[in-house]
């Protein structure tokens, strides 16, 4: 019965999971290991990062090709307007489209050092994407607001403006403080935004690192993540432990309020998604003859 209980939660939830493109021959192998393995878990789609940290978009294009290619997933490009301008976005979208892609996670991405006022925002990205063609396109929330928004008021309706100008869902910064996504899925549905909040989980698993980039991302690192990690420092495998637990705790309660699409920040390894995964339900398809 119990298993039951599980197949059924299971086919009710959507997961998808972010790679970032490899830069070494190891990377590479870590990642197609990690498609193999998370592909069984029939996910929604897979996306693939762009610039900043991911490189050109040469890079995360070659690798969303021959994961179509490879997989017959749903391949998913990350794409960032501040660094293109909107004629090499126009053909960007047209090759994209040309060759089979339909859906874009559209981002306007960092500023880099010294521009304060970006030529264009994501939401300017949406509807030129959507000129362009049809794309199913996703965008980036921020349930704890985005270090450069105003106020969160400002940022609310900034996302509002994307998914006004098309977007057909947003996928969230991670956090793990629960009850802030919760509150501002409320907040979406209260300013009319009806489309998925889905969240952004980040299994973690190097704690310092994450310390870092939470740091200028303005996500919350609650006490009790402080003390679950504390000692170890050199001990991957228990803060894998730990990392999973976490996550499985979140999603857990995630499901309960409702939510049935989740996005995973996978960081180009499996082993954490997958058990998170699990404990939702999602589970292989094996197909039982007749
Ligand atoms: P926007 O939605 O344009 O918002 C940026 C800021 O400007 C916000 O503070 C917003 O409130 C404010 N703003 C919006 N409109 C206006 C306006 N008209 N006037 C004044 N302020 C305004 N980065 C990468 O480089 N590559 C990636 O692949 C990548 N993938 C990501 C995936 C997800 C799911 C998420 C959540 C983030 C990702 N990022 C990526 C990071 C993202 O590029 C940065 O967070 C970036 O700083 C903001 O991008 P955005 O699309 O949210 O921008």
Redesign the pocket.
């Known amino acids: 019965a119990l298993n039951q209980t599980m197949a059924e939660l299971g086919s009710n939830i959507n997961v998808s999971f972010?790679f970032?493109p490899p830069n070494s021959e190891k990377m590479e192998k870590t990642l197609w290991d990690s498609i193999e393995r998370l592909s069984t878990l029939a996910p929604k789609f897979v996306?693939?990062?762009?610039?900043?940290?991911?490189g050109t978009r040469d890079r995360?294009h070659k690798v969303i090709k021959d994961i179509q290619e490879k997989t017959g997933l749903i391949a998913v490009p990350?794409?960032?307007c501040?660094d293109a301008s909107r004629a090499e976005l126009r053909d960007i979208a047209k090759d994209y489209w040309n060759s089979g892609i339909r859906s874009i996670?559209?981002?306007?991405?960092?500023?880099p050092e010294g521009l304060e006022?970006?030529d264009?925002?994501?939401?300017?990205?949406v509807r030129l994407l959507k000129e362009e063609a049809d794309f199913d396109i996703?965008?980036?929330?921020?349930p704890e607001?985005?270090?450069?928004?105003?106020s969160a008021q400002?940022?609310l309706?900034?996302?509002k403006?994307?998914i006004d100008a098309g977007a057909n869902r947003a996928?969230?910064?991670?956090f793990f403080d629960v009850e802030s996504y919760l509150r501002f899925r409320d907040r979406c549905v209260t300013i009319g935004i009806d489309t998925e909040i889905v969240p952004?989980i980040l299994p973690v698993s190097n704690y310092q690192t994450l310390i870092k980039f939470a740091g200028f991302?303005n996500v919350r690192i609650p006490n009790w993540m402080h003390q679950r990690f504390q000692g170890l420092e050199n001990d991957q495998n228990t803060r894998n432990l730990v990392g999973a637990s976490i996550a499985m705790d979140q999603v857990r309660v995630l499901s309960q309020e409702g939510v049935k699409d989740f996005?995973f920040?996978t960081l180009n390894r499996s082993d954490l998604t997958y058990a998170i995964c699990h404990s939702l339900g999602v589970r292989p398809q094996i197909s039982i003859p007749a």
């Open positions: 972010e970032f996306s693939v990062t762009y610039g900043a940290n991911s995360t990350h794409l960032t501040i996670v559209a981002l306007r991405g960092d500023l006022k970006p264009m925002y994501a939401e300017d990205l996703s965008v980036a929330a921020y607001v985005h270090p450069e928004a105003k400002a940022d309706l900034s996302l403006r994307k996928i969230t910064q991670f952004g991302s996005h920040y």
